[in-house]
């Protein structure tokens, strides 16, 4: 069973999108989990992850406007994303972080597409 991200879509530059990552076999709940984002020709990047205590790390590029969340109850990972510009553009997954041993899980992702 793969990890299903949804929430993306089509928003102008400046808006926000919330984006979910249900486990629903709670496979990962001794796991740190992560938000990656993937740009066609360019390798997978992380750009966030939460640990199982609730630490958060976010990268320099996404610092400051994305929020990622769990919700324990409903094993969910969120990634709340604010002030959206056209180079966050890119089709973003859910995994656990690092996700080397979980390569079999990552889904379709959900595409988030930026307008100038």
């Known amino acids: 069973v793969q990890l299903q991200a949804s929430g993306g879509g089509l928003v102008q530059a400046g808006g926000s999108l919330r984006l979910s990552c249900v486990d629903r076999?709670?496979?990962?709940?001794?796991?740190?989990m992560g938000w990656y984002r993937q740009v066609p020709g360019s390798e997978r990047e992380l750009v966030a992850r939460?640990?199982?205590?609730?630490?958060?790390n976010y990268s320099d590029s996404v610092k400051g406007r994305f929020t990622i969340s769990r919700d324990w109850t409903k094993n969910t990972v969120y990634l709340n994303m604010n002030s959206l510009k056209p180079e966050d553009t890119a089709v973003y997954y859910c995994n656990a972080y690092p996700p080397d041993y979980y390569r079999r899980y990552w889904g379709q992702g959900t595409l988030v597409t930026v307008s100038s």
């Open positions: 076999r709670r496979i990962f709940s001794n796991n740190d």
């Open positions: 939460i640990s199982r205590s609730g630490s958060t």
